[in-house]
């Protein structure tokens, strides 16, 4: 899942930014992050359907 990192790499990961960010700041990242995601995820397939409707749509040859 984390290509070659192991137990060790992550547990150092996490130590590392639970002292620059703090316990109480990581859930208000985690949040942010999330709402990242699914915006960007609304988003694309918001394209992808104005892509498909576009495409189905007869050509006007005026």
């Known amino acids: ?3 070659n990192l192991g137990a ?3 547990i150092l990961i996490v ?3 639970l002292l620059l960010f703090g ?3 990581i859930p208000e990242l985690a949040r942010g992050i999330g709402k990242g995601m699914s915006e960007f995820k609304k988003g694309l397939k918001d394209v992808e359907t104005e ?3 576009a495409d189905t749509e007869p050509k006007n040859k005026s």
């Open 51 to 53: 892509i498909k409707t």
């Open 1 to 3: 899942m984390f290509g």
């Open 15 to 17: 130590l590392v930014v």
């Open 8 to 10: 060790g790499e992550i």
């Open 23 to 25: 316990a109480k700041k």
